[in-house]
């Protein structure tokens, strides 16, 4: 059903009831169209000082500690004062560098970072968009992509005598390490104590355990999943959605669930599908 209004205000009244009624009676498009007008029949130095009201408001020093954190001359963004930032690192508005933390020269945190306590990044490495890093180590010309969180707390739990889960304290025994060129997908979920070789590949959905031990140039496809404290030797190939339930000595590609050498799995695929048509 078509509405019309009709514009009721008078000279000298405001024009803001119309634009209330437009808005309370669902006429989303004539709301808009009635608030671009005017704004364009505005003046320039009304719109100008607008703009420099809101840039001013988000430049307020109140809404940061001056006495830790003071704003970054390359970029805009936030620092704390006891960190170490090389003078030719970035940091974009909206990226936050906290107490302790090392920027190696020309890093470049994107709007939306943020860099824990302590943390360690390494030259010429780039951090994305939104992404999370605590109580880690970033080598030289890493490149993390949007959203990567990395040295994140344990997902730990015990049940207790009434079924309750009790949060298990995380303590390792060793660091979680990510070898160099190393590529890692999507959705990718990688266990504290963790250790992985070089140039490895881990395809989207893997996930690997905790204290779980790959070697170099491993292969992971989309959904491979290793359990805990289990190790894969060097320059293996898994592929997709197999499982990895125990330790893998030997180099070659294996597949399966549990994960077997690939001869012996497409054996058992050929077994199983010739075993299906007998019983069908």
């Known amino acids: 059903m078509a509405v019309v209004l009709r514009k009721f205000a008078a000279a000298g009244q405001s024009t803001k009831a119309f634009g209330f009624l437009l808005f309370k009676l669902g006429s989303d498009d004539g709301y808009a169209s009635w608030r671009s007008q005017r704004l364009m029949s505005e003046s320039p130095k009304v719109l100008g000082s607008r703009a420099e009201a ?3 408001e988000s430049l307020d020093d109140n809404v940061i500690d001056s006495s830790r954190f003071a704003r970054w001359h390359n970029g805009g963004g936030i620092y704390h004062k006891s960190a170490n930032v090389d003078p030719t690192a970035i940091i974009d508005i909206g990226a936050v560098v906290n107490e302790k933390a090392v920027l190696g020269a020309n890093v470049h945190l994107l709007s939306g970072a943020i860099i824990g ?7 010429s490495t780039n951090i994305g968009y939104n992404a999370v890093l605590n109580n880690c180590s970033i080598g030289d010309s890493s490149i993390i992509h949007s959203g990567v969180c990395i040295g994140q707390d344990g997902f730990g739990f015990f049940v207790d ?3 309750n889960l009790i949060k298990k304290p995380q303590v390792g025994w060793r660091n979680t390490v990510i070898g160099d060129h190393c590529k890692i997908d999507n959705l990718v979920q990688i266990g504290h104590n963790v250790v992985i070789g070089k140039g ?3 395809c989207g959905q893997v996930g690997i355990a905790g204290s779980a031990t790959l070697g170099d140039y491993v292969v992971l ?3 491979v ?3 805990d ?3 894969i030797a060097s320059k293996v190939r898994l592929a997709g959605n197999s499982c990895v339930t125990k330790d893998i000595t030997d180099s070659g590609d294996y597949g399966g669930f549990p994960a077997v050498p690939i001869k012996q799995w497409l054996k058992q695929l050929a ?7 007998d019983v069908s």
């Open 54 to 56: 809101a840039h001013a």
């Open 117 to 123: 306590p302590s943390c360690f990044i390494g030259q």
């Open 161 to 163: 005598d009434e079924g």
């Open 200 to 202: 490895c590949m881990l």
């Open 221 to 223: 496809g989309g959904r």
């Open 225 to 227: 999943a290793v359990r």
């Open 229 to 231: 404290h289990v190790s």
């Open 271 to 277: 077994i199983l599908r010739r075993t299906s048509k």
